[in-house]
């Protein structure tokens, strides 16, 4: 099955995560992330995660599952070392509409969450559909050789440079060719020369 590769607007949405653990914690950490409205339901938590909620960044429900929680729910993940809740958590979700993730259970997957590179604004996901998720690591980690840090900076300047752009008058054939400039192999050179002169001082 081939997956629609989307990058989610989560800013204010309501998520719901199950289980509290070590797993769910990263997850509720790439939520927070994106801004997301985090729900958590668990009878217990990690010390991070009673940080969070002690801290108003996330809301705590100390208790179990119930079919209730996925009201308004944008996506659920779910994150516990019960199957049999898995599944429980995964069709109530299937009969709502609601998109759900059960970690480490691709049968039970309406999205994956993929190895993701990281540079600021700039996110390259790396999925294999569930089929080697071992195989998306080892190219995640080939492509943060290849995307280093200097990216996140390099990328505000062309944004700040491509808001100034779209604001003159231009016919759009030279607003392109600016702006396909701006994001060139030449211009990265520039930035990286222009980096280590003021890092020189």
């Given at each position: 099955m081939l997956l629609f590769p989307a990058f989610l607007k989560l800013a204010g949405r309501r998520c719901l995560v199950v289980g509290a653990g070590r797993v769910a914690e990263e997850k509720i950490e790439g939520l927070l992330?994106?801004?997301?409205?985090v729900c958590v339901v668990a009878p217990s938590a990690t010390q991070r995660i009673h940080r969070w909620a002690r801290a108003g960044k996330i809301?705590?429900?100390?208790?179990?599952?119930?079919?209730?929680?996925?009201?308004?729910?944008?996506l659920i993940v779910a994150a516990t070392s019960s199957p049999a809740l898995h599944a429980q958590v995964y069709e109530q979700a299937k009969?709502?509409?609601v998109l759900c993730n059960v970690v480490d259970d691709p049968e039970h997957c309406d999205f994956y969450y993929g190895a993701v590179v990281r540079r600021?604004?700039?996110?390259?996901?790396?999925?294999?559909?569930?089929?080697?998720?071992?195989?998306?690591q080892r190219i995640r980690k080939q492509l943060e050789q290849e995307f280093g840090s200097e990216y996140e900076d390099w990328l505000e300047e062309i944004g700040d440079a491509r808001?100034?752009?779209?604001?003159?008058?231009?016919?759009?054939?030279?607003?392109?060719?600016?702006?396909?400039?701006?994001?060139?192999?030449?211009?990265?050179?520039q930035f990286r020369r222009h980096r280590k002169r003021k890092q020189k001082g």
């Amino acid at each position: 099955m081939l997956l629609f590769p989307a990058f989610l607007k989560l800013a204010g949405r309501r998520c719901l995560v199950v289980g509290a653990g070590r797993v769910a914690e990263e997850k509720i950490e790439g939520l927070l992330r994106a801004q997301a409205d985090v729900c958590v339901v668990a009878p217990s938590a990690t010390q991070r995660i009673h940080r969070w909620a002690r801290a108003g960044k996330i809301r705590w429900e100390v208790r179990r599952f119930r079919s209730s929680d996925l009201v308004g729910a944008f996506l659920i993940v779910a994150a516990t070392s019960s199957p049999a809740l898995h599944a429980q958590v995964y069709e109530q979700a299937k009969r709502r509409g609601v998109l759900c993730n059960v970690v480490d259970d691709p049968e039970h997957c309406d999205f994956y969450y993929g190895a993701v590179v990281r540079r600021g604004s700039l996110q390259i996901a790396i999925s294999t559909g569930g089929l080697s998720p071992a195989l998306a690591q080892r190219i995640r980690k080939q492509l943060e050789q290849e995307f280093g840090s200097e990216y996140e900076d390099w990328l505000e300047e062309i944004g700040d440079a491509r808001r100034r752009l779209l604001a003159k008058p231009l016919s759009p054939t030279r607003q392109k060719s600016l702006l396909h400039g701006l994001a060139s192999e030449t211009s990265l050179d520039q930035f990286r020369r222009h980096r280590k002169r003021k890092q020189k001082g």
